[in-house]
């Protein structure tokens, strides 16, 4: 007899195995093609909404919800650059916006909504002149935010505050100053949100030609001394209610006051001709002989608050 051979073919399994190894082979396929036409579908919904959009949907009207007089109607649709008859999809809101904002100076914000299937609506809101520079050419009037609104302008209207201490590099209306001294935009920007964020939309100035001895003018009437920028908002809003009352004591009296809030968590409030009689070099007291006479000590005339 021969030798059996090494490498036996296997044995079939039993009838059903082969039987459910058939159907799981059929189910495998039926699912792949499922997807394949899943997937087709898809792909040719796609690219008619897309054929749609692109030669369908087509602006047929923009409407500007404008929130004052500052620029035209007109002037907003051109500089946005949304064309009657140009396709919904290819406009990009994002951008459109900011292509206001850069072209528009006074454009603090500029909202841009599609509604399908024609229409488009821009809503713009203007920004506050609440800052002001001196340059050699006029003063650079901003927001808030140190965005440039207008350059060479020769009158300040009221309650645009005045910042000393800082110089201009590049100021192009539309875009955010630039400062020789980089790092002073975001002390600049910071306090004047800070105080904006408080309510108190009558600064009038902002000395910031020390940093470590930060003071701001409030309605001409109040100064406010804050010390280090390091903690201004928290000094600020500490010192918030000591503020208004000096407001309304300094218009009662028609004086000046100063408001320090160099110290953590206080507040002295005091007569500004007061301190400034009190800073200011006296000529010396001399007796008969001209001896001179030593002047005797006072307290300060402070009121502390907190």
Known sequence: MGSKKQNARPVPGSRNEQMNHSKKGRRKKARRREAIMVGSALVMVFAVAAVCFVFFFKVQQVSVVNSAARYADETILEASGIETGSSMLRIKPAAVSQRIEYALPYVEKAVVKRHFPDK???????????????????????????????????????????VSGVEIAAAEPGRTVEFTNPALLADVSGLALAFADAGFLNVTAYDLSDRFNVTVEIDYR??????????????????KAVIDSALQDAATASAKLIVDLTTENTAYVRNKEDAERTTAPAEPETAEDGTPIEPEETAADDHPVG
Do not use: P
């Open 222 to 239: 109040v100064d406010v001394k804050l010390g280090s920028l390091s903690a201004a908002a928290d000094k600020l809003t500490f010192g």
């Open 120 to 162: 488009v609506t821009v809503t713009v809101t203007y920004a506050r002149a609440s800052l002001a520079v001196e340059t050699a050419g006029g003063y650079v009037l901003m927001n808030d935010a140190c965005k440039v609104l207008q350059t060479g302008v020769k009158n300040l209207s009221d309650y645009t505050a005045l």
